[in-house]
C-alpha cells in the first residue's frame, strides 16, 4: 500500500494486488481521488494458489505495453520451529514468498525488456541469514534476493533495473500474521534502533531502482548489520546463531 501510495502521482495505471479485495477497493478509490488521471486495476489474488497465480500472469499479459515496474511486495513468516510448523503456513510462504516472486517475474521480464521499467522485490535482511526458529522464512528471502541479483545481470544489458530490497524490522501488519495462533510471544521484541520506517523503505527502494542499484539495506544501522553479516565467518555465525535465544520454548510453555 505504501508503494502505491508513493507512486500514485507517477502512474497511468496501477493493478493492485492482494487477498483482502475490500482492503484494495479502498486503496484504489484512495488512489483515484489523489490522481483522478488513474488507472487502478484491482485484482483478488492468493498468490499462495497455483490458480490464482496463473489467473493473474493472464491479466497482466493482457494489459497493453508500456512501461512496467513490478513490485513482488507480498510476503508472510512463520514464528516458531520448524518441527511444529503446519504443512499450510508453509505451503504459504513457499509459494507466496518464493514461487509468486519467480512467476510473476517471469510474466512481465519480456515486457520490462521490450518497453522498460524495473523490478522490486522485497526480500528481508533474514535472506543474509540462517535463522533457527524462522528457517523457512529466511531461506525464502535468500531465494529472493540471489534470484534478483542473477536476473539482474541477465536483463542489464537491456537496461532493465532488478533491486532486492533487505530491510530489517519495520512496523507493519507482518508480526500479527508470522506469530502463531495462540502465542502472544514472537520477535517481535527488536531493539527499537533497529527498526525502519515505511517511508524509508519505500523512498529508498525506489531510490536504489533509479539508481540502478543490486540491493537496498534500508537505513545505516542496517547496512552496518548487513556489512557485519557480510564479513562473519560461517563457523562463528552458526555459533552466534546457536546461542541466540529460543524464545520458541517460551511460547510453547503458554
Ligand atoms: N515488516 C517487517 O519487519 C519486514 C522485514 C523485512 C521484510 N519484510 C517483507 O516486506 C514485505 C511486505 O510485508 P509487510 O511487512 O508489509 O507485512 P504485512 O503488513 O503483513 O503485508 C503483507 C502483504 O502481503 C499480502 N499477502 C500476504 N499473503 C498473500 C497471499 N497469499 N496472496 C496475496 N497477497 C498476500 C497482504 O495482503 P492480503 O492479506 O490482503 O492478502 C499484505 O498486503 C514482505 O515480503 C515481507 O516479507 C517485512
Redesign the pocket.
Known sequence: ?AFARRLVGECAHMVL????KD?LMELSDELRAANSELKVTVVD????SQRARERLVQILDALPGGKTLLIN?????DYGEYMSSTPKRNH?MLH??VLAVAELTRAVLPRLVMHGGGIIN?A??AADLFIPDFAIYAAS?AFVASFSEAIRLEVRKAGVPVVAVC????H???GD?ARRQGCTNGYSSFKKWVYTSIPTVVNGALDALAKNKARYYPSRRIRLIAWLLRNTPLGLMRLVMGMRPRKVEAMNEQ
Request: with cysteine; net charge positive.
Open positions: 500500500m494486488v492482494a487477498r483482502r482492503v489474488c492468493d498468490l499462495a511486495n507480498a510476503g508472510l513468516g504459504q507466496v514468498n522485497i528481508s535482511l528471502k530491510p530489517g524490522p519495520v507493519t501488519g507482518f500474521v
